[in-house]
Nanobody, 123 residues
């Protein structure tokens, strides 16, 4: 399984970005797939995920009401729509996938990772 993420960039606070992650080598319906982010100097943290059955997991905490995740099975792509961005959202965002039966919200639960895309939110 290979993952290719895109869509990061520089945006002002209050702005929006949409990240994309396209999977190859496996269909999304056979993957647990998630977005993580890593702020410099901190551990990689779970943001949101979509389980094999399409159920969404996460989006609590600081991103609640601002971020949404969707899946396009025809394009084998997931999206992370980020609105009302804050400087604290500045991080490298990673999409990750797993073929495991159970959905996990920790990095060690994922075998496949995209290269990461940098999101910078200026104040």
């Amino acid at each position: 399984v290979q993952l290719q993420a895109s869509g990061g960039g520089l945006v002002q606070a209050g702005g929006s970005l949409r990240l994309s992650c396209t999977a190859s080598g496996q269909t999304l319906s056979n993957l647990q797939i998630a977005w993580f982010r890593q702020i410099i100097g901190k551990e990689r943290e779970f943001v949101v995920g979509i389980a094999k059955n399409g159920g969404r997991i996460g989006l609590g905490g600081s991103v609640k009401g601002r971020f949404t995740m969707s899946r396009d099975n025809d394009k084998n792509t997931v999206y992370l729509q980020m609105d009302s961005l804050e400087p604290e959202d500045t991080a490298v965002y990673y999409c990750a996938a797993s073929e495991k039966f159970i959905f996990e919200m920790v990095p060690r639960g994922y075998d496949y990772w995209g290269p990461g895309t940098l999101v910078t939110v200026s104040s």
